[in-house]
């Protein structure tokens, strides 16, 4: 059973607008979510982290959205360049160890 | 800035090899993690250790062994390579909320 999805596995994107990728989790005892880049053949990168108590978080044009009623949270990305084509993957943290991901979303930016 | 650093980008390996994948950290962190990521299953947690010696099986731990006998350094193993075990595999260690991963070895077992 799946803790942590991202039911989009792609996502097209024009450069210069926004992109929105989403996450769904289900356990509400995660204190910290936070969002990966993963280019092919290298490791994921840490992006931006929100805490459980707080809704929003903002770092240059990135921004994660926390909504704890609903279980979801997003990443926007704005303005969309072409070097944030990637896979994204968000994860959820429980305690010291746990780290759960999601399947990831591959996010294509188009010139 | 946190370093983890794996010892190989590419392996490929035969089918019954026994398989080392080596992980250094340089930034004291006692805890330390194996993922395999696969296309379509996110990263899917192996084994992770706590501290020197200590490991606790993660989610997908059979046909891997671990050891941990210096902090900085966290060592899969493959006892004994099969094609399934073909995927990418990503040494991670946090303090904090944040994971660090190292690089990434694309593995192949033929």
């Known amino acids: 059973d799946q803790q942590v999805k991202q039911n989009s596995p792609s996502l097209s994107v024009q450069e210069g607008r926004i992109s929105i990728l989403n996450c769904d989790y289900t356990?509400?005892?995660?204190?910290?979510f936070l969002w990966y880049k993963k280019y092919p053949a290298e490791g994921p990168t840490f992006l931006i982290s929100?805490?459980?108590?707080?809704d929003k978080n903002e770092d240059g044009r990135f921004t994660v959205f926390l909504n704890k009623s609903a279980k979801h949270l997003s990443l926007h990305i704005v303005p969309s360049q072409p070097g944030d084509s990637a896979v994204y993957f968000c994860?959820?943290?429980?305690?010291?160890?746990?780290?759960?991901f999601g399947t990831g979303t591959r996010l294509k930016v188009l010139a | 800035d946190v370093k983890v650093t794996q010892s190989s980008r590419y392996l490929v390996k035969r089918t019954g090899e026994k398989v080392f994948l080596e992980c250094v950290q340089d930034?004291?962190?006692?805890?330390m993690f194996w993922y395999r990521q696969d296309p379509g299953l996110g990263l899917r947690l192996i084994y992770f250790?706590?501290?020197?010696?200590?490991?606790e099986k993660g989610d997908i731990p059979e046909g891997y062994s671990v050891s941990r006998e210096k902090k900085e350094r966290f060592s899969l193993i493959l006892e004994s390579a099969s094609t399934n075990q073909t995927s990418m595999y990503l040494c991670?260690?946090?303090?904090?909320?944040?994971?660090?991963f190292g690089q990434g070895t694309r593995l192949t077992v033929v």
């Open positions: 994860a959820a943290k429980s305690g010291t160890y746990k780290y759960i």
């Open positions: 356990n509400s005892m995660f204190d910290y």
């Open positions: 929100i805490s459980s108590i707080k």
């Open positions: 930034m004291d962190h006692e805890n």
């Open positions: 250790s706590y501290d020197v010696k200590m490991k």
């Open positions: 991670a260690s946090n303090r904090g909320a944040k994971a660090f």
